[in-house]
Every structure is written in structure tokens, then in C-alpha cells.
């Protein structure tokens, strides 16, 4: 098992809220499919500032990967192969 961070859109909340987009840790199964991701967007925390600048560069290299998407219900729209 793997993870990284990943950008997921999260689309039509059920509270009426528009569409909005977040980093979250995804984890991924041996063969690099979608297995999980944390309920809650992740934020930068660190006990040092290297700490954080690592944390914030991993965070930025998601921003080039393709984004996943959650529908309505908070369930991945695709779930291939995606690491």
C-alpha cells in the first residue's frame, strides 16, 4: 500500500454548496488503484519550519497530477489507476 497527496474535487454538497477543491491523503492498493482517502482536507502542521516546506512541496506536486473528483454521496467518480 502507498499514498500521496491529491487534489479531489468535491462536487454538489448536499448542504447546497458549490463545488469546491482540496488536498487530501490517497491511498492507493498494490496494483496503484484508489483504495481510500482522508475524510477531511490535510493541512501543512509540522514541530519545525523544514518540516513544513517539505510537507508544502509534496502538497504542490499534486497540483500536477490529475484531479480526482467525489461525487454528491463523497464517492470517487472513477477509480482506476491514478498514483
Known sequence: MSW???VM???GAPDGMNDWF???EVYYDNNGN???WTVDEIAPISDHK???LEIIDLMRGCL???T???NEAGELVKRESVR
Open 4 to 6: 500521496n497527496y491529491r
Open 22 to 24: 482540496a488536498i487530501h
Open 9 to 11: 474535487k468535491h462536487v
Open 64 to 66: 500536477n497530477k490529475p
Open 50 to 52: 523544514g518540516g513544513l
Open 68 to 70: 480526482l473528483e467525489l
Open 34 to 36: 484508489v483504495i481510500s
